[in-house]
């Protein structure tokens, strides 16, 4: 059983940076692949971005490349986003989310892929 808790959300303008961070409990946080989804007013929810058990793999949705960077911290329990370059069109609820994991180089973009979900934090970017 894995615990997330998001935290870093909140209200910025366009242009500006936020980082996300999201806290696991227990010990087996380095077997499990993690990822960010997030999810606007009115839209399903859709991915965001995805790194590997290890680290080492990143995978991005084409709207955030350049912009959002995901890592992990395996000694912490931790894995961050940091979002640059913020757009009216990020604004959202970011959820994390964590599943376990054979391989470690594997990263996964699907929702349904994952087991275990943070309960959210909003991000608003305004114009």
């Known amino acids: 059983q894995v615990q997330l808790v998001e935290s870093g959300g909140g209200l910025v303008q366009a242009g500006g940076s936020l980082r996300l961070s999201c806290a696991a409990s227990g010990r087996t946080f380095s077997s499990h692949a993690m990822g960010w989804f997030r999810q606007a007013p009115g839209k399903e929810r859709e991915f965001a971005a995805a790194?590997?058990?290890?680290?080492?793999?990143?995978y991005y949705v084409d709207s955030v490349k350049g912009r959002f960077t995901i890592s992990r911290d395996n000694a912490k329990n931790t894995v961050l986003l940091q979002m640059n370059n913020l757009k009216p069109e990020d604004t959202a609820v970011y959820y994390c989310?964590?599943?376990?994991?054979?391989?470690?180089?594997?990263?996964?973009?699907?929702?349904?892929?994952?087991?275990?979900w943070g309960q959210g934090t909003q991000v608003t970017v305004s114009s």
């Open positions: 790194i590997s058990r290890n680290g080492r793999n990143t």
């Open positions: 989310a964590a599943r376990p994991a054979i391989s470690s180089n594997s990263y996964f973009s699907i929702d349904n892929d994952y087991r275990y």
